[in-house]
């Protein structure tokens, strides 16, 4: 199975600096058909997981432009530019590529 | 606007079984993959299951062989029949649209205990 391996475990920041999750994946994400099926969802504490970025950078509707994803075949981040009070919650990161799907661990975002 | 909405979540015993739904609506449910993800209390994600358009299954191996997922395309559900389930099976249970989980439901609680 694919093991996602995220960092930090958590995060506290300073409301309006900048924030950075790290993703590793124990194998490369690059499904056959050419695509890097990794996802970022969002947790925010008493909610359901929220997908913020698919397929490694692209972002889903609705998703603040602050939030962007990077990375390819086993390295992955997810960037806040500017963390807002809204954005406290885990954060997780998924692999569709292959079977069994797989989550990091989570990281938890806090503000200091 | 999509909506996914479970049900059937409650108490069971060990051993015992239990089947969850979600209801599909605002997107062409026979079009999409359907995913079960579990989140045990204060833990994090952990995918259980995923159908595909043509019905084919996929499980996370700590439920193969115990858990069974299912779709009704002329009802947009989807349902996963827990059966044998054990104590580390407690948890919300959420369905989540696409095999890349888009969407997900709020979820429904499956707690197991005697």
Known sequence: DVVLTQSPLSLPVTLGQPASISCKSSQSLVHSDGNTYLNWFQQRPGQSPRRLIYRVSNRDSGVPDRFSGSGSATDFTLKITRVEAEDVGVYYCMQGTQWPRTFGQGTKVEIK | ?114
């Open chain 2, 1 to 114: 606007e999509v909506q996914l909405l479970e049900s059937g979540g409650g108490l069971v015993q060990p051993g015992g079984s239990l089947r969850l739904s979600c209801a599909a609506s605002g997107f062409t449910f026979s079009n999409f993959g359907m995913s079960w993800v579990r989140q045990a209390p204060g833990k994090g994600l952990d995918w259980v299951s995923t159908i595909s358009t043509a019905g084919n299954s996929f499980y996370a191996d700590s439920v193969t062989g115990r858990f069974t997922i299912s779709r009704d395309d002329s009802k947009n559900t989807v349902s996963l029949l827990l059966s044998s389930v054990r104590a580390d099976d407690t948890a919300v249970y959420y369905c989540a649209m696409s095999t890349q989980a888009d969407v997900w439901g709020q979820g429904t609680t499956v707690t197991v205990s005697s």
